[in-house]
C-alpha cells in the first residue's frame, strides 16, 4: 500500500489556508515539508504525529489497514454508481461524506484520491459543494490517468456552469476528454454516465451531432440496465438536439418514449420538462392550440420558479404567435410575480424587458436597447437566445434605417447558425 500522508497533509494544511512555514514551525525545515506534501520523502512517524497534531487530524500510525482498502474502494464506488444511475445525488452523498475520517481512507493514497474525485463528482450536482473540485485541483499531479479524465469532466462541467472559461477552452477538453476515455478503463456504467455528461454538454454548446453521438450509447446502457431516470433524460436530450436540427418527428418520437417510461414508473417530476418540450414542437409545426395545452400543462404540474418561467416564456411565444396582447400581458404579469428579486433568475428580466417594451410600451428605441442587453447577456453562456435576440435586433435596427449595425448582428446570427450545421 502506497501511504497517503502527503495529499492528506497538503489538502487539510491547504483547507485550513495555513501557509507551509506555519505548520512546519518547531517541526521540520520549510523545503522538508514541501517534500511530504509532493510525495518526494518518507517522514519519520514522530514529524507526522507532530504535523498531525496541528492540522487536528486523528490518522492512524501504527495500523495497517491493507487488507480493508479492496472493500473500502468497492463501498465508494458502489455509492457514487447507485447516486448517479439513480438521480439521488443528495441522498447518497450523506454516505460518502462519512468516508472522509475514515482511517483506511486517510492512510491509502489510492483511496483518499478515490474519495476527493467520488467529493468533486458530487460536489458539481445541484446544491453541491465545488470546493471539492478545487481540492483536487491541488493534488492534480498524483492523479492516475482515469482520475485524471474524471477531474478533466469535472472541470469542462465547472467551467460551463459558473463560466470560468470561454467555449473554445471548454470544448477543446471535452474533445481531450472523448479521446482519453476511448483507450481508459472506466467500467461500462460510469463511460455511459460521462457520456450523457459530454452530450448534454455538446448540446448546450450547439453542437447537436454530437450530442446525440454522445447520447445514444449511454441510453443504449441506460436501458440494458432499467435506470429509468436515466433513460428518460437520454431522450430529453436527443430529442432537444433533433429539434434544434428541425427534425421535429424525430424529437417527438424521443419525447414519447420518455414520456411512456415516466407514466409506467410514475416518475411524474419529469413531466413538466416532457410536456414543455412536446409544446415546443407542435409550436415549432404550427399547431399553436395544442402546443398552447401543453405548455398549460407544463406550467400547472411544475414546481419552482425557475421551471415555471421556462414555461411561462413558452407561453409569452405562443402569445405573441396569435397576436394575443392580453395573453401577452397576463403572462408578463405572471412571469414578474414567479420572478420577484431573485437574483438567480435575473435572466428573465433580460426576457420580459423585450416584451414589455414591444408589446407595452411599444417603443422601438427601449425594444432596440433591451435585445442589445439580452444579446450582451446570453452570448456568453447561450447560444440559442442569443441567436434569437440577434437575428431580432437585426431586423429592428433595419427598419429603423440602421443598415450597418443590422448587418453585423445578422453576421452573428450566421456564424451561430454555421456550427449548428
Known amino acids: 500500500m502506497e501511504y497517503n500522508f502527503g495529499n492528506l497533509i497538503k489538502v487539510e494544511r491547504m483547507r485550513k489556508n495555513m501557509k507551509q512555514s506555519v505548520l512546519a514551525r518547531g517541526i521540520c525545515s520549510i523545503s522538508y515539508l514541501s517534500k511530504i506534501e509532493n510525495n518526494q520523502t518518507t517522514p519519520s512517524d514522530e514529524v507526522l504525529e507532530l504535523i498531525f497534531e496541528r492540522l487536528e487530524l486523528d490518522v492512524p500510525l501504527y495500523y495497517d489497514f491493507s487488507e480493508k482498502i479492496d472493500q473500502t474502494r468497492k463501498e465508494i464506488r458502489d455509492t457514487l454508481k447507485e447516486a448517479l444511475l439513480s438521480r439521488q445525488e443528495e441522498k447518497y452523498f450523506k454516505r460518502i461524506e462519512k468516508f472522509k475520517t475514515n482511517p483506511v481512507v486517510l492512510q491509502s493514497k489510492e483511496l483518499y484520491v478515490t474519495l476527493l474525485i467520488t467529493l468533486a463528482r458530487f460536489g458539481i450536482t445541484p446544491g453541491g459543494n465545488v470546493q471539492y473540485l478545487i481540492e483536487v485541483g491541488w493534488i492534480k499531479d498524483q492523479l492516475s490517468n482515469d482520475d485524471r479524465i474524471r477531474y478533466d469532466l469535472i472541470q469542462c462541467i465547472y467551467m ?65 440496465n432499467f435506470c429509468l431516470e436515466r433513460i428518460i433524460e437520454s431522450h430529453m436530450i436527443i430529442g432537444l438536439s433533433f429539434k434544434r436540427r428541425k427534425r421535429y418527428t424525430t424529437a417527438l418520437e424521443h419525447y414519447e418514449k420518455a414520456a411512456k417510461v415516466a407514466d409506467k414508473a410514475n416518475l411524474n417530476d419529469y413531466y413538466g420538462m416532457l410536456y414543455n418540450n412536446m409544446g415546443d414542437i407542435y409550436f415549432l409545426i404550427g399547431d399553436q392550440e395544442k402546443a398552447q395545452k401543453y405548455f398549460l400543462d407544463s406550467f400547472n404540474v411544475k414546481e419552482g420558479a425557475k421551471s415555471k418561467l421556462y414555461s411561462v416564456m413558452s407561453l409569452l411565444e405562443v402569445n405573441v404567435a396569435q397576436n394575443d396582447i392580453d395573453g401577452i400581458m397576463k403572462w408578463l404579469t405572471v412571469g414578474y410575480e414567479l420572478k420577484g428579486n431573485k437574483e438567480n433568475l435575473i435572466e428573465f428580466d433580460f426576457h420580459f424587458d423585450i416584451y414589455v417594451n414591444k408589446y407595452k410600451k411599444l417603443d422601438q428605441n427601449e425594444l432596440i436597447h433591451s435585445l442589445k442587453k439580452a444579446v450582451d ?32 448582428y445578422y453576421e452573428k446570427t450566421i456564424s451561430m447558425m454555421s456550427r449548428w450545421e
Open 160 to 224: 460551463f456552469l459558473y463560466q470560468s472559461a470561454d467555449r473554445e477552452t471548454t470544448v477543446n477538453l471535452l474533445e481531450k476528454v472523448g479521446k482519453d476515455m476511448a483507450n481508459s478503463g472506466l467500467p461500462d456504467w460510469e463511460k455511459a454516465d460521462m457520456r450523457y455528461v459530454m452530450g448534454a454538454l455538446y448540446h448546450r454548446f450547439t453542437d447537436y451531432s454530437q450530442a446525440i453521438d454522445y447520447v445514444k450509447p449511454a441510453l443504449e446502457y441506460f436501458q440494458e
Open 377 to 408: 447577456y446570453f452570448e456568453a453562456y447561450d447560444e440559442y437566445y442569443t441567436h434569437k435576440y440577434a437575428l431580432w435586433l437585426s431586423r429592428e435596427l433595419r427598419s429603423s434605417g440602421k443598415y450597418k449595425l443590422a448587418t453585423e
